[in-house]
């Protein structure tokens, strides 16, 4: 098993930055790959970034390319997303996923660990 745990949500004005981090313990060597997902009450939860065991690939959805960036500590066992450049569409739960599997690195279905979620608010 493996938890996973967010913190560094919070209110920020548009324009404003936020880091976010991924705290990761129990068998943490079987995670192939992890990621962050977003949403919101009248959407289903999307991908936004992920990365690779290694932290040398990523990829970003199109909506904040350029904006966010992931990056992650396999010593401290830790991830991380810096967003910057905040929109009050950004506005959702963040959550940290993990998973054993390879599979669509977008799809929520193919990540098997979750963490309980943290809220982002951007205000206009």
């Known amino acids: 098993q493996v938890q996973l745990v967010e913190s560094g949500g919070g209110l920020v004005q548009a324009g404003g930055s936020l880091r976010l981090s991924c705290a990761a313990s129990g068998r943490t060597f079987s995670i192939h790959r992890m990621g962050w997902f977003r949403q919101t009450p009248e959407k289903e939860r999307e991908f936004v970034a992920r990365?690779?065991?290694?932290?040398?690939?990523?990829s970003y959805a199109d909506s904040v390319k350029g904006r966010f960036t992931i990056s992650r500590d396999n010593a401290q066992n830790r991830m991380y997303l810096q967003m910057n450049s905040l929109k009050p569409e950004d506005t959702a739960v963040y959550y940290c996923?993990?998973?054993?599997?390879?599979?669509?690195?977008?799809?929520?279905?193919?990540?098997?660990?979750w963490g309980q979620g943290t809220q982002v608010t951007v205000s206009s």
């Open positions: 996923a993990a998973t054993q599997y390879s599979g669509d690195y977008y799809s929520p279905s193919t990540y098997n660990y």
């Open positions: 990365i690779s065991t290694g932290g040398a690939s990523t």
